[in-house]
């Protein structure tokens, strides 16, 4: 069984506590790539980023596992710039996917009633001249050492559900019933071990003690909160006129 999982800390932990007959498979690609390549069939299941959906609505969807957050800990970070009185425009960097160019418009348009404008960059990092919305592996030492605010937990605040990240995405139902089957208890899995997955990431000694004062605010299981918090999310899209219609995942 071949799984494709996005470059971060949490589907790392995700895939380290995977049954051993499942972690021969895994795959680590950039977010953005795992659902054109389900689509191509170059994996069987893959941790898609949830906006994926809005343009892969065919997808058959875990109803049981994926990545949420609703505080301290996220998979994006923004980072402002101090004192500033207007935000102008804010930088993408690190492993962007849909959730952070669609998602972000939202909440800033949402949560700060403001329009602001968004664009890639690769330069040297400067926190005292730019705003940043950084995604991925990048934050492993920003989060801590440059007060990034959570994406997530700014976002499940305003929907008042959790923030569904990521899903667990298959082209075929079959195959993602077969493996979500082999999964066990994912999250109470992860939880029990997350000291000693965690060490062996060899991650920054803050960052560490970030997510282990915060690992109640990661999910890996889904159940009717995320759910509903996916909903919601498709619904923002949908009143924003990111997609012309509301639809239904294909929940499996």
Known sequence: ????????????????????????????????????????GKHDVGLIPSCDLLTHKDLFISKTCGLSFDGALSNSYIYFIPEQ?????????????????????????????????????????????NNYLIAGLENNQYAVTQNGVSFADQFAELIDYPYVNFVLASTSEEKLKDFTSRLGEVDENITSKLDTLINKLGIDTKLKTLIQDNKESVYFDLTDSEIEGLNEQIKLAYYHRIIEDIFEVNFV
């Open 1 to 40: 069984m071949n799984l494709a999982i996005p470059q971060n800390i949490y589907s790392a932990l995700f895939a380290m506590a995977l049954p051993d007959e499942l972690k021969e498979g895994v795959n680590v690609k950039a977010s953005s790539l795992i659902a054109k390549e389900l689509k191509e």
């Open 85 to 129: 009185q207007n935000i102008k425009k804010i930088l993408l960097r690190g492993d962007i996917s849909s959730n952070d160019l669609v998602l972000s418009k939202i909440l800033f348009a949402e949560q700060y009633d403001i329009e602001t404008e968004f664009s890639i960059d690769t330069g040297v990092v400067d926190f005292d001249s």
